[in-house]
C-alpha cells in the first residue's frame, strides 16, 4: 500500500499553485483528493492529472468565504468519501495597497478569504476528522506573518491571525490525535507573485533577500505536505514551517 492509501484530502485553493503541487504530491501517496476552487475548467485539469496517477479525485466549486457554500460542500464531500482525515487551508489572495487606500470592502475581502475561510472549513470537517486516531490540518500561512513589506497589511494581519488559529486548534485537536500546521511559504513562482516577477526591479529585491539566491518551486511545498501526512511527522503540530530559502533567518 501507498502511504496515504485510502486517505481522503480535501484542498482548497487547488485549480493551482500551491494547491495543486499539494494535490499531485498527496495523490501520488494514494491519497484521494477533494479539489476546491472556484475556477471549474482549471480544477477539471488538476483532476485529470491526479487521476493519471491512478489516484481519485473529485472536483468542487465554491466560495468558502460563504457559511452557507462551505456546508454545501460539507455535505457534497461527506457523501461522496464518507471521511475525511487531511484538510489543506490553502486559498488565499493578496492585495497590494497602502493603508489609506483600502476600502472596508477590499479589506474584509482579504481577510474573509485568508482567515474566515479557515475558519469556516474546519467548523465544517474537524467533527468528520475525529475518531480516526490520525488526522493533518495544514494552514497556509506565509513569511508576511513574521516579517513584512510596504502595502501588505492586510495580507500580512491575516496571516499573522491565522498563525494564531493554527496553534491553538492544535492544543484542542491534539488529544484526538490530529496535528495542526502553519505552512508558510516565502516567494514561489506562482501567479500570485506574477506582479513582482515580470517586473525586473522588484524581481531582483526580492532575489536579494533569499540566501539560497532563487525562488521556490511549487513542488518543494508538494514534497513538505507529504511529509507532513506521513506517520513520521505525527508529533509536529502547533507550530509553522518557514519554507522560504533563508529569508527569515537573514
Not at 183 to 205: H, R, V, W, Y
Request: contains cysteine.
Amino acid at each position: 500500500m501507498k502511504p496515504l492509501e485510502n486517505k481522503v484530502a480535501v484542498i482548497t485553493g487547488a485549480s493551482r499553485g500551491l494547491g495543486k503541487a499539494m494535490a499531485l504530491a498527496l495523490a501520488a501517496q494514494g491519497a484521494q483528493i477533494a479539489l476546491v476552487a472556484r475556477d471549474e475548467a482549471a480544477l477539471q485539469e488538476v483532476a485529470s492529472e491526479i487521476r493519471a496517477l491512478g489516484a481519485i479525485a473529485e472536483t468542487y466549486t465554491a466560495d468558502i468565504t460563504s457559511e452557507d457554500s462551505v456546508a454545501a460542500l460539507e455535505k457534497a464531500i461527506i457523501a461522496r468519501f464518507g471521511k475525511v482525515q487531511i484538510l489543506i487551508n490553502n486559498a488565499g489572495m493578496n492585495l497590494r495597497k497602502k493603508i489609506h487606500e483600502f476600502t472596508l470592502q477590499e479589506w474584509m475581502r482579504v481577510t474573509n478569504t485568508n482567515l474566515t475561510s479557515v475558519f469556516l472549513m474546519c467548523r465544517a470537517f474537524v467533527p468528520h476528522m475525529k475518531g480516526q486516531g490520525y488526522g493533518r490540518i495544514f494552514n497556509m500561512t506565509s513569511i508576511m506573518a513574521h516579517v513584512s513589506l510596504p502595502e501588505r497589511t492586510a495580507y500580512s494581519s491575516t496571516k499573522a491571525a491565522l498563525l494564531g488559529l493554527t496553534k491553538s486548534l492544535a492544543m484542542e485537536l491534539a488529544p484526538d490525535h490530529i496535528t495542526v500546521v502553519g505552512i508558510s511559504p516565502g516567494p514561489f513562482l506562482t501567479e500570485m507573485n506574477l506582479p513582482i516577477t515580470q517586473d525586473a526591479e522588484k524581481n531582483a529585491m526580492f532575489l536579494s533577500k533569499i540566501p539560497v539566491g532563487r525562488w521556490g518551486q511549487v513542488e518543494e511545498i508538494g514534497s513538505l505536505a507529504a511529509y507532513l501526512c506521513s506517520n513520521a511527522a505525527g508529533f509536529i503540530t502547533g507550530t509553522d514551517i518557514l519554507i522560504d530559502g533563508g529569508w527569515c533567518a537573514s
